[in-house]
T-cell receptor, first 110, second 114 residues
Framework: DAKTTQPNSMESNEEEPVHLPCNHS???????IHWYRQLPSQGPEYVIH???SNVNNRMASLAIAEDRKSSTLILHRATLRDAAVYYC???????????FGTGTRLTVIP | GAVVSQHPSWVICKSGTSVKIECRSL??????MFWYRQFPKQSLMLMAT?????????EQGVEKDKFLINHASLTLSTLTVTSAHPEDSSFYIC??????????FGPGTRLLVL
């Protein structure tokens, strides 16, 4: 599985947008970019995924660089409930599982 | 999103006993289920992958005789930690997927072995 690199931690003020970066310079053409988040003492929660085009859903937006070597998860208005560890994961089409890196711990400041 | 449940949510047991954890996909049929383990302050580590009706595939370093996985139906997988010891204390998380679709995770089971 191609490797992803994320900052260990980030902080955001409540009600402000948050941009969580992820580098994946060795991504292959068939790798989907997945984002999950894990709140304390809970299992990971699916956030969003994409292949080439930017994606939007009710939770977040995913901006994918044109060369696909990086992506950014965008939370439009951070709330205290968004405080979690965010994982950026690459998964090849048809591949069986997800391998988790260390993720970014997001702290939301009231 | 799809719902995956786990039972129990936490368990405390004595060293040497066996513990069974259930994972259910509540609103979809899961062709593939996964078991992960997470130690404090660490990321999730994949233990094994199972397809319904087949034997599980274990990751390197995971003892198949110690962590018994059964995936008898499209909505249920079980993980049995046999002869549990304190070093097996961890947060165990299952995950389920239908075909090539998104993978959904259960809430986790915290195991404490005394």
């Amino acid at each position: 599985d191609a490797k992803t690199t994320q900052p260990n931690s980030m902080e955001s003020n409540e009600e402000e947008p948050v941009h969580l970066p992820c580098n994946h310079s060795t991504i292959s053409g068939t790798d989907y970019i997945h984002w999950y988040r894990q709140l304390p003492s809970q299992g990971p929660e699916y956030v969003i995924h994409g292949l080439t085009s930017n994606v939007n859903n009710r939770m977040a937006s995913l901006a994918i660089a044109e060369d696909r070597k990086s992506s950014t998860l965008i939370l439009h208005r951070a709330t205290l409930r968004d405080a979690a560890v965010y994982y950026c994961i690459l998964r090849e089409t048809g591949a069986n599982n997800l391998f988790f890196g260390t993720g970014t711990r997001l702290t939301v400041i009231p | 999103g799809a719902v995956v449940s786990q039972h129990p949510s936490w368990v405390i047991c004595k060293s040497g006993t066996s513990v069974k954890i259930e994972c259910r996909s509540l609103d979809f049929q899961a062709t593939t289920m996964f078991w992960y383990r997470q130690f404090p302050k660490q990321s999730l580590m994949l233990m094994a992958t199972s397809n319904e009706g087949s034997k599980a595939t274990y990751e390197q370093g995971v003892e198949k005789d110690k962590f018994l996985i059964n995936h008898a139906s499209l909505t249920l997988s079980t993980l049995t930690v046999t002869s549990a010891h304190p070093e097996d204390s961890s947060f165990y998380i299952c995950s389920a997927r239908r075909g090539r679709e998104t993978q959904y995770f259960g809430p986790g089971t915290r195991l404490l072995v005394l």
